[in-house]
């Protein structure tokens, strides 16, 4: 993406993060409640910034959700939410910005 740098935020606490920022996550992409988390350093470097999160697929919303969450608890302005897939009706949310939908097949 040409930045300097960017966050990860983590699905598990780390031994190496001391103050960690964690929210919880029930997606329905993966099961049961998930977590999210930033170390110290990524907290310090979201405060005050504006952030773009950034996602690999949104179905329900839920993990975006979770993700804006813990960048507005981190003191970052959301200024966009982008995703590689949109899946079912994330495709027709206006609030994010896709690159591909992702059709969903009927079982049978």
């Given at each position: 993406?040409?930045?300097p740098?960017?966050?990860?935020?983590r699905?598990?606490i780390?031994a190496?993060?001391?103050?960690?920022l964690?929210v919880?996550?029930?997606?329905?992409?993966t099961?049961?409640?998930?977590?999210?988390?930033?170390?110290?350093d990524?907290?310090e470097?979201?405060?005050?910034?504006?952030?773009?999160?950034?996602?690999d697929?949104?179905?329900?919303g839920?993990?975006?959700?979770?993700l804006e969450?813990?960048?507005?608890?981190?003191?970052?302005q959301?200024?966009?939410?982008?995703?590689?897939?949109?899946?079912?009706?994330?495709?027709?949310?206006?609030?994010?910005?896709?690159?591909?939908?992702?059709?969903?097949?009927?079982?049978?």
């Amino acid at each position: 993406m040409g930045l300097p740098y960017y966050v990860v935020a983590r699905k598990s606490i780390k031994a190496y993060m001391e103050n960690p920022l964690v929210v919880e996550d029930h997606s329905i992409t993966t099961a049961g409640k998930q977590i999210l988390c930033l170390m110290d350093d990524d907290i310090e470097r979201i405060r005050g910034h504006k952030v773009l999160l950034v996602d690999d697929v949104i179905s329900s919303g839920g993990s975006i959700s979770a993700l804006e969450n813990l960048a507005l608890q981190a003191g970052g302005q959301v200024i966009g939410r982008f995703a590689i897939l949109a899946e079912g009706d994330a495709a027709k949310r206006h609030d994010i910005t896709y690159l591909e939908e992702l059709p969903l097949l009927k079982a049978e």
